[in-house]
């Protein structure tokens, strides 16, 4: 996100939250998995939607990163029906202790995103380079 002008970076922020709508997180539930600063109001995830960027913050940058990358393994696994991912997400799962990954996900926080982001997509762990998103902005 460091190289983003600050259009990209209010768009990347519509998209994030669309992807966590289409996945089924509450406000609360994005309040967390994005680590946004403390004493964010749910109310205020609104202003996300509506031309506001994400904080420009080391931890908020990484967890959008592994959103994008869950959000780009799922495509893959499920190009011919995207409501698949959502399915998937909140199924329970054997690799997350019979917990749904999404459930793992918003108790277990950044954690629990890398072990998602994992599983759904093996070279992700392969490589440590951090992915091109740009398709995302389109």
């Not at 998209?15 to 004493?39: H, R, T």
């Not at 997350?96 to 999404?102: A, I, K, R, V």
């Not at 629990?112 to 392969?126: E, Q, T």
């Amino acid at each position: 996100m460091q190289n983003l002008s600050q259009d990209e970076r209010i768009k990347l922020a519509r998209v994030v939250m669309n992807i966590l709508d289409s996945w089924g997180v509450s406000s609360e539930g994005k309040v967390y998995l994005l680590a946004l600063p403390e004493g964010t109001r749910t109310r205020n995830v609104q202003r996300f939607y509506n031309g506001t960027a994400l904080p420009d913050e080391p931890l908020v940058e990484e967890r959008v990163d592994h959103v994008l990358g869950i959000a780009k393994a799922l495509r893959t696994s499920y190009p011919a029906n995207p409501q698949m991912g959502r399915f998937w997400l909140n199924t329970a799962n054997r690799r997350f202790s019979d917990q749904t990954p999404l459930g793992h996900m918003l108790d277990e926080g950044l954690t629990a995103m890398r072990s998602v982001r994992v599983h759904l997509d093996c070279a992700y762990d392969w490589d440590t380079e951090q992915e091109d998103f740009s398709e995302f902005l389109k």
